[in-house]
């Protein structure tokens, strides 16, 4: 069983800066894709940002150029570094993983438990 744990969420004011990060553990598994989701209150799950195992990226258009996703493949770990943080930003951060388990390399998609931000104006 491959787990997702999620750190790094809080309170900051506008313009201020957070990095999540979330780390997998588990026995005989690899990532391809890893990317990071939010939920505002009321709101559904969107995506954010993913990276895949090679370092190509992509962005939700409305955190383009605010936030930044890294994977340190090594210890099997993504971050989010986000900066020119907005209330529009407040929400769950999920973090989410596309792993592939044992000798047949079953496919599963995995997610953490979530990491609250609050961005207050």
């Known amino acids: 069983q491959v787990q997702l744990v999620e750190s790094g969420g809080g309170l900051v004011q506008a313009g201020g800066s957070l990095r999540l990060s979330c780390a997998a553990s588990?026995?005989?598994?690899?990532?391809?894709?890893m990317g990071w989701y939010r939920q505002a209150p009321g709101k559904q799950r969107e995506p954010v940002a993913h990276i895949t195992s090679g370092g190509m990226t992509n962005y939700a258009d409305s955190v383009m150029g605010r936030f930044t996703i890294s994977r340190d493949n090594d210890k099997n770990t993504v971050y989010l570094q986000m900066s020119s943080l907005k209330p529009d930003d407040t929400g769950v951060y999920y973090c989410?993983?596309?792993?592939?388990?044992?000798?047949?390399?079953?496919?599963?998609?995995?997610w953490g438990q979530g990491t609250q931000v609050n961005v207050s104006s």
């Open positions: 588990g026995k005989s598994f690899s990532i391809n894709r």
């Open positions: 989410n993983a596309d792993v592939r388990v044992g000798p047949f390399q079953v496919r599963y998609d995995r």
